[in-house]
């Protein structure tokens, strides 16, 4: 059973804004550290942002200022909004949970202990 469910993804033109949504069942995001990734063919993974349980977060350079992480602890819910998008911000985008709820928002970006809990991704695509 997926534990972590992403939606929002589409197409859009540069400039523009979408907003992406992780719900989940099974992990309460008032207590885990979550984040969103994301991943084109024959790249590295990117961790983009993260927040942990108390509201702080962490993102990319190649994000900030235009990428807000937030989450709803009543939905269970993670967002991204991402906001005057580029071309190359398209990719497969995925959230991602650290279940043992040790991470930083910083390490999980890093996926410097690995363990984590993923979704299927949703995928974003930006044209010129």
């Known amino acids: 059973q997926v534990q972590l469910v992403e939606s929002g993804g589409g197409s859009v033109q540069a400039g523009g804004s979408l907003r992406l949504s992780c719900a989940t069942s099974?992990?309460?995001?008032?207590?885990?550290?979550m984040g969103w990734f994301r991943q084109t063919p024959g790249k590295e993974r990117e961790g983009v942002a993260a927040?942990?349980?108390?509201?702080?977060?962490s993102y990319a350079d190649s994000v900030k200022g235009r990428f807000t992480i937030s989450k709803d602890n009543a939905k269970n819910t993670l967002y991204l909004q991402m906001n005057s998008l580029k071309p190359e911000d398209t990719a497969m985008y995925y959230c991602?949970?650290?279940?043992?709820?040790?991470?930083?928002?910083?390490?999980?970006?890093?996926?410097?202990?690995?363990?984590?809990?993923w979704g299927q991704g949703t995928q974003v695509t930006v044209s010129s």
């Open positions: 991602a949970v650290d279940p043992a709820g040790l991470q930083t928002p910083e390490e999980l970006r890093g996926e410097t202990y690995g363990g984590l809990d």
């Open positions: 099974r992990y309460s995001t008032s207590s885990y550290c």
């Open positions: 927040i942990v349980s108390d509201g702080y977060t």
